[in-house]
């Protein structure tokens, strides 16, 4: 993400930066937790769970990533044309990995 300069854009970029990294945190302790599970021979099920948990939070963040890099391309195009081609590979990508 871009260094932030006091623009509107900047403001919104900080704020899904500091979203992700509270979802990072939040899936990290759920990672140490699964582990701990684990380590303590908790029933599969259960562990599952809290797995897909994980899964999502991670999803999440993903797709805050994706939506601060499409929000960052609308700011800084001024060229429809150019913000036409570049949010098609922005959108491939999503395709690709969400």
Do not use: W
Not at 30 to 47: H, K, N, S, W
Not at 70 to 83: G, N, T, V
Request: hydrophobic share 45%.
């Amino acid at each position: 993400m871009p260094e932030a300069n006091g623009s509107a854009s900047d403001a919104a970029s900080d704020d899904h930066r500091q979203a992700v990294v509270m979802r990072l945190r939040r899936v990290e302790g759920q990672i140490r937790g699964v582990l701990a599970m684990i380590e303590a021979e908790t029933p599969c099920d259960t562990v599952a769970q809290q797995l897909a948990a994980a899964r999502k939070a991670l999803d999440r963040a993903f797709y805050e990533m994706m939506a601060c890099d499409f929000e960052q391309e609308i700011a800084r195009s001024s060229d429809p044309a150019q913000l036409a081609r570049r949010l098609a590979e922005k959108t491939r990508l999503l395709a690709k990995y969400g």
